[in-house]
């Protein structure tokens, strides 16, 4: 009698490596085990870095692409009115720190010190009503010309004491007084205030429209003598203009630049 040993070894048939162990298998009636090739499972984390990989790499939103769109036309629209802002005006030399301008100089013994906040001081223009423009004239487009008029201290500083001048600009026309010379004036005092070192909240100040009239005009007369005149007040709202516009150029590209930010 044969006897079948356990031992495995191969035969070659059919151009194949076949193991005889199979074959005994087969003759007991033993069924060979049954091998299932599976595809290999894609790695969790590998999956995970690529999804994340397509979800960082744009973010943005569909309302984002458009505000986005739409400032990189408006910064080229208002980049073709931007002008150079000086850093003197008007025989002051100027300082800028973000919206507050400050402008200084020298008079006799004392220094003159003007300073102002370009934010929300923009509005546009009054429109001339129909009757009042030639009759060859142009129908005016919807809204004047935006310009910034910014209320303004003027301080007079001698020694440790100041003097300070709260001003805005005249809102409409100033009524003539009879039997007055007409004055239109482009600016009025707000308020009166006279400290010395740095100003603190109790520090007293009289409102300008309760000022003695004659009072009043000596103050106008003293400022104009520094310089502050009509004339000036009013190249003063032009160049505040000029800053304000560069600072809104400015927002603006850095509001491009947060948005298309990842």
């Known amino acids: 009698m044969f006897r079948f ?9 059919g151009g194949r490596m076949v193991s005889t162990s199979g074959i005994q298998n087969l003759r007991f009636g033993i069924k060979p085990l049954e091998v299932s090739m599976k595809p290999l499972a894609v790695m969790p ?15 943005r939103t569909k309302g984002d692409q458009e505000l986005v769109n739409f400032l990189t036309e408006e910064i080229a629209t208002e980049k073709k009115s931007l002008q150079n802002v000086s850093k003197s005006f008007e025989n002051f030399q ?54 910034s008029k910014p209320h303004f201290d003027v ?4 020694g440790n004491q100041t003097l300070t001048f709260s001003c805005s600009y005249s809102v409409g026309e100033v009524e003539p007084v009879e039997n007055q010379e007409e004055y239109n004036d482009l600016f009025v005092i707000d308020e009166v205030s006279l400290y ?16 003695d009239g004659y009072l009043y005009d000596l103050f106008m007369n003293m400022l104009e003598e520094r310089g502050v005149t009509n004339d000036f007040v009013d190249k003063l709202s032009q160049y505040s203009t000029t800053y304000e516009h560069s600072l809104y150029v400015q927002l603006l590209t850095k509001l491009q630049k947060f948005i298309q930010s990842k």
Do not use: W
């Open 5 to 13: 040993g356990l031992n495995r070894f191969c035969i070659r048939a």
């Open 45 to 59: 984390s590998i999956m995970s870095k690529s999804v994340q990989a397509m979800q960082t790499h744009d973010v």
């Open 94 to 147: 100027a300082k800028f720190e973000e919206s507050v301008l400050t402008l200084t100089k020298k008079f006799n013994e004392e220094t003159i010190v003007i300073t102002l906040n370009v934010n929300h001081t923009v509005d546009s223009e009054p429109v001339p009503e129909p009757a009042e423009r030639s009759g060859n004239a142009e129908p005016a487009e919807e809204g004047g010309e935006m310009k």
């Open 155 to 158: 301080d007079i500083v001698k």
């Open 196 to 211: 010395e070192g740095e100003a603190k909240d109790s520090s007293y100040a009289v409102a300008g429209e309760i000022l």
